[in-house]
């Protein structure tokens, strides 16, 4: 069985380039658009989540699925368009952050480690 990863980003292109690519590496991906929909999403307990700082919520995401027992010890990759949200993110216990633009070989060299634990 495939670990899964949940993408919640709100760049249809993007979540469909993350999303591809992981399933490449064989990975089961859940790609969500919308940060509601991860409410109802996120009892499917994936391995990793790739957050977007940007998708308007995705600190609070962040802050409420490490308060959740189930979701305290999941990877959080937080990916953002800019700098000024990194150090809230690393404070809201995100794994790693990347900013945009990135090399998708440099995203799956952070992901691979994390999927491993």
């Known amino acids: ?5 949940l ?8 979540l469909l380039l993350l ?13 969500i658009s919308k940060a509601t929909d ?3 999403e996120s009892y499917r307990r994936p391995h990793l989540f790739i957050l977007d700082e940007e ?3 995705g600190l609070t995401i962040c802050k409420y699925l490490r308060q959740k027992e189930e ?13 000024k949200g990194k150090t809230k993110a690393l404070r809201s216990a995100v794994d790693h952050f990347v900013k945009k633009p990135f ?3 440099n995203l799956m060299e952070i992901i691979h480690p994390l999927m491993q634990q």
């Open 55 to 57: 998708i308007r919520v």
């Open 71 to 83: 979701f305290k010890r999941t990877p959080i990759v937080m990916i953002s368009g800019g700098y």
């Open 38 to 40: 991860l409410f109802s």
């Open 103 to 105: 090399y998708l070989k």
């Open 1 to 5: 069985m495939s670990k899964e990863i």
């Open 19 to 31: 999303s591809t690519s992981l399933i490449k590496q064989g990975y089961s991906v859940n790609a």
């Open 7 to 14: 993408i919640a980003e709100n760049d249809e292109d993007l």
